[in-house]
């Protein structure tokens, strides 16, 4: 994903929660009764680039994006029920130790991935035809690890792009520890019921948006629409800009204990 600088530590007190419920009735992922976790499906996958399709929902990735990790351990198996809506995601085994820039970002795939579209959302739609993007995600972290738990959502001129040039790359920064988005603090906005530090930037051929909760939580209910309308903006974009997919997971630096999702959802709509 993206370059970064090192930051300072970004304290918070994260919450540890088990799985969610299904869609509410207008379609919003709401909150459920906590229950067993969610089942393993398939064999775990250890390659650089590996991918596990959950079959008209997601896919999970294991992405090592940068070259200088290549050969760095980490494994990631989906955690999915075959149907359900909601999926989770387990990073482990792990051992990471990058000093300047993040080494992988395994997560679970909503959409377009540098060219093809994955799970339920086949097909890139214009944000002015998008009345919402409802999304819930709880998650938990070791405590010794350097990381971020962001969304990253591709935004683009194009409906369907080869690759990430030309791009807006909009991370929402959930929790971080010991990290700092790419380019510089330009503003603070409320949005969702909490306080975002908004960070841009150039990162490699396409612009960097950065949404950073200054209060992280592990714990998430969230419309992401506003992002999308806020990275355009501050990106000179305009709105007939295609939202390509959503993606959730782990920006890792240091890692050597399991990173969990123990339940995720996320619709555009």
Known sequence: MQTRLEGFNHAFLLSLALVLGGCGDDGTPAKAPRSNSLPQFQEPSCDRWGEIELSGQYMVQNDIWNDEAATVQQCVTALWNGSSSIAGMLVDPVDID??????????????????????????????????????????????????????????????????????????????????????????????????????????????????????????????????????LVLAEATPDWYLLGVQAGFELWRATDRYTTESYEVRIE
């Open 98 to 231: 990058m000093p300047d820039t993040p080494a992988s970002y395994p997560s679970i795939v909503y959409g377009w991935q540098w060219g093809p579209f994955h799970g339920a959302y086949t097909e890139a739609r214009r944000v002015d035809d998008i009345r919402r993007v409802p999304t819930t995600w709880r998650f938990s972290v070791p405590a010794d690890a350097r990381y971020n738990a962001s969304y990253v959502l591709w935004l683009h001129p194009m409906p369907s792009p080869p690759d990430g040039t030309g791009t807006i790359e909009l991370m929402i920064w959930v929790a971080d520890r010991d990290a700092t988005p790419i380019g510089e603090l330009v503003d603070s906005v409320e949005l969702e019921g909490a306080t975002w530090e908004v960070w841009t930037g150039p990162n490699v051929g396409r612009s960097a948006v950065t949404y950073r909760r200054t209060a992280g939580t592990a714990d998430l209910t969230l419309d992401l629409l506003g992002f999308v309308q806020g990275a």
